[in-house]
């Protein structure tokens, strides 16, 4: 499925099934709900805190689709093609970014095998 194929589909779904969109500031905050559970799996799976027995069955591509899910919700209300938006934002990285992280001596080393995300 495309960018512009999940926008398409989103809308359909909230235009049928969803019966209309919640208002934009509304998928803000539902946005920023969803971006806070991912945080908590993350956060407890890859990082330093313990898992609780409650959170190991939770399923971060689930919490990611949500995540991606309300942002096409947001950029269909605002009228933003996320395809071409992605497309400009990469030709930004590009430009600002070509020699940035490759001279960053931060990143001549490999992570320790402490750091949680090599986990």
Request: glycine share 4%; net charge negative.
């Amino acid at each position: 499925m495309t960018i512009k194929e999940a926008q398409q589909t989103v809308d359909a779904w909230i235009n049928t099934t969803g019966v209309r969109y919640f208002n934009e500031l509304t998928n803000l905050a539902l946005l920023m709900e969803e971006v806070g559970e991912m945080a908590r799996i993350i956060a407890r799976r890859y990082g330093e805190q313990s898992e609780k027995e409650s959170d190991k069955d939770k399923d971060l591509s689930d919490e990611m689709a949500d995540v991606l899910f309300v942002l096409i919700c947001l950029a269909n209300q605002t009228g933003i093609d996320l395809t071409e938006a992605f497309k400009r934002n990469l030709e930004k990285k590009n430009q600002r970014d070509a020699m940035r992280h490759l001279n960053n001596p931060k990143l001549k080393t490999l992570p320790s095998d402490n750091e949680p995300h090599n986990k």
